[in-house]
Nanobody, 119 residues
């Protein structure tokens, strides 16, 4: 099992920056990639970004490219999501998730952290 704990959410104004962190514990050696998802009120869960644990290869949803940056610290078993130029449409609960293979099936999920961007 892998446990994931998110932190860093909060209330900011449009144009501000925020940095989310995800701490992984347990069988972290089984992690292939960590990802960030978000769910806005009344909407489904949306993929935001992910990063492979060994090579650091990243991918992003189009709406955040150029504004968000995902990174990881293997020594500390953490992943971060730096969010710049935040918009009101970025308001959502952000979840960290981990998968054990190259397939896009995420096996472990955190509890989520709220990000609210006021316009």
């Amino acid at each position: 099992q892998v446990q994931l704990v998110e932190s860093g959410g909060g209330l900011v104004q449009a144009g501000d920056s925020l940095r989310l962190s995800c701490a992984a514990s347990g069988r972290t050696f089984s992690i292939y990639a960590l990802g960030w998802f978000r769910q806005a009120p009344g909407k489904g869960r949306e993929f935001v970004a992910d990063i492979t644990w060994s090579s650091g290869r990243t991918s992003y949803v189009g709406s955040v490219k150029g504004r968000f940056t995902i990174s990881r610290d293997n020594a500390k078993n953490t992943a971060q999501l730096q969010m710049n130029s935040l918009k009101s449409e970025d308001t959502a609960v952000y979840y960290c998730a981990a998968r054990r293979t190259s397939r896009n099936n995420y096996d472990y999920w955190g509890q989520g952290t709220q990000v609210t961007v006021s316009s």
